[in-house]
């Protein structure tokens, strides 16, 4: 919690009746900067204390002594309302930044409590595409924003490695394929046969029978069916890593659906000896129609699994294996359904933590054509993107520097990956999103690259400075675009809590648009080397802590900072 938010409820806590557990969770922060940095909406004390929020409000005010923190309090309607005094707000800011640096915006909120974050589980039949590269840029900055906060966070991965659909790759090589090896990057040479499967398939509706009978053998560990898998899953594994290396995405914990869907069907079939799952026409399903889902098949009649069969199993393994506070699944919202029956079949199984299960869903990634379709090809897989983007981040570059090729290379990709990751995670994750090229290397709007190129022109006023100065007066920072960049500075703790708690990336990547709008303001409207020495010397310190703040916030969603642009 910061500290002028903490200094408001020690002042409450000590001089009135209500105690800290009463105001950590209701004090907000205004809409609008007329009604102060901070308010007590007294609504929820009415009904405790049988008094209007009025009075409340008017009662605390006027028990409250005088405080160096606080330029005024003011009663509104029900809320009571403070107002930072700027000269402090300066010098606490900047203190903290330069002491914190790195950690800054940082708190214990997570207590070192075990936090799991499942995403990307890609299929081993295709590349990944677009959705998986927002799969995991959620995932990833998830993971960041709660370990940030002390949570301790284990990020896994569920390799979707077996099943009917990773079959009709397999039995489209094993005809057509003529023993080739990879003659291209190797999850793209599997993908391509995924595709003439669903070709043929056109011609030959057989094929699918056929593949569900490759499944079947599978099942029975078949030696010829297993040696064709093992061989084309490794081409899979090694063409995901180069994209997940590109990425920058990592794992703690891999788990294979292969390994695990066995015990899923023991642990179905032992809860249907139970009674608590039931046959129907050969198939054992889950009865959820009390719990007013849909009824939920979990072995088929041929006694293959399905997803859900192994998911029931993994839910229960990760709790044995981890001492979880919570356990989250970054999947699309189309799965949605799923997870809700998933989760109401760990209730009838009476395991304990189903409630401490929670699916974080996000929407589809379309392109201007519409929804992609991977089994007919017309999808833009993630390598051809990032290729496609840093194309598209040479050519920006090379309209404003001429730079030798080693550096141009270097620059462009990581503004290219910045652009993607920016415009992938400042939409909420609900959210449908068409993705756009060409406006999410933009180096002006809300975009990635105005991120990193404000933090260049900050970097660019640093190494004209020269050196920094020791000491500085802070309270000349007094301008109302001064005053307004401190005040986001200061908050950041708060947008980065607000983050964790609601799964919500985008409340930092808005936090980066307003920091970077702010310190544009002030750069467009300061002086900061030609300004006499005391002032010169405050708002280079002013710099540096935009300058760090910019960099922590950015790390928080992946994106690499460049030193210039």
Sequence with gaps: MNFFKEHIIYLISKNTELKRKDLENIIEVPPDKLLGDYSLPCFD?????????????????????????????????????????????????????LKDRHRYGSANLGKKKLVMVEYSSPNTNKPLHLGHIRNNLIGMSLSNILGFLNYKVIRTSVVNDKGVHICKSMLAYSKWGNNKKPNKKPDHFVGDFYVLFSQKEKEDPSLNEQAQNMLALWEKKDKKTLDLWKKMNSWVYKGFQETYDILGSKFDKV????????????????????????????????????????NKVLIRSDKTSLYITQ???????????????????????????????????LSLLKFKHYKDCYHLSYGYVLLPTGKMKSREG????????????????????????????????????????????????KYETFKDIVFNPEESISFEGETGPYIQYTYARANSILRKAKKLPKKFNSSLLNTPEEIDLLNILYKFPDYVEESAKNYKMSVIAHYLI??????NEFYQKHQVINSSIEIKNARLILV????????????????DMLEEM
């Design 45 to 97: 004390l009415a009904k405790k204390l049988k008094k209007s929020p009025m009075q409340i409000s008017e009662e605390i005010r006027n028990k409250l002594p005088k405080s160096k923190y606080l330029k005024k309090t003011e009663t509104k309607k029900g809320y009571l309302n403070f107002f930072i005094e700027e000269k402090e707000l300066a010098e606490i800011t900047l203190k903290n930044i």
């Design 255 to 294: 788990y294979y659906e292969s390994q695990i869907y066995e015990k899923g069907k023991n642990t179905v079939i032992n809860a249907y000896k139970k009674n608590i799952f039931k046959e129907e026409d050969s198939a054992i399903m889950a009865d959820l129609s009390s719990l007013k889902l849909p």
């Design 311 to 345: 998911d029931i199993y993994l839910a229960i393994l990760k709790f044995k294996e981890y001492d979880l506070e919570r356990s989250i699944y970054v999947v699309a919202n189309e799965q949605g359904l799923h997870f809700k029956q998933l989760f109401a079949i």
């Design 378 to 425: 017309a999808i833009v897989d993630a390598d051809n993107l990032i290729r496609e983007m840093v194309s598209l981040a040479k050519l920006e570059l090379q309209k404003r520097h001429k730079l030798k090729e080693k550096e141009l290379d270097e620059r462009s990709f990581k503004i290219a990956l910045g652009a993607i990751k920016f415009f992938f995670l």
């Design 514 to 519: 307003l920091l970077a709008q702010k310190f």
């Design 544 to 559: 540096v802590s935009c300058r760090q703040v910019l960099w922590n916030a950015a790390k928080l969603l992946n994106i």
